[in-house]
């Protein structure tokens, strides 16, 4: 198994963090293919921006990112240092609305990979997504 891990702050820490941990992956795991990689990257990133945008509140976030690849599955958890405050998000595997200016991030997640999971600690959230690494025929 393969994996990395990455503690930051926001501000200044962004999404070019997980870029840079995810290079290292790929270098470590030349073997995942480009469509597996392309899946799991998109995902990944809209969850480090989500916590980016949505879960400092004023003071900054601190949070974790961690991905593994093992032989059979890629796999994240992003952890973030604010309590959720009722925070669940939609199960929702499909786009919303043309027209609806939001809903769009959590749904493209949920259908780039084969789990998506959130719970919501006292101590902040805890998101973790699961990608198998063979190709199903729909792509």
Known sequence: ??????????????????????????????????????RFETALIELATNVVQHADRGNGVAWTVRIASSETSLTAEIVDSNPSEGFTPSVRRSMPPDLAEEGRGLALVHLLVDSATFDATEHGGV?????????????
């Open 1 to 38: 198994m393969t994996e990395f891990v990455s503690d930051l702050t926001s501000p200044p820490d962004t999404v070019d963090e997980v870029h840079s941990l995810l290079e290292c992956m790929w270098e470590a795991e030349p073997l995942v293919s480009a469509g597996v990689r392309m």
């Open 127 to 139: 998101w973790r997504i699961r990608l198998s690494r063979a190709m199903s025929a729909e792509g």
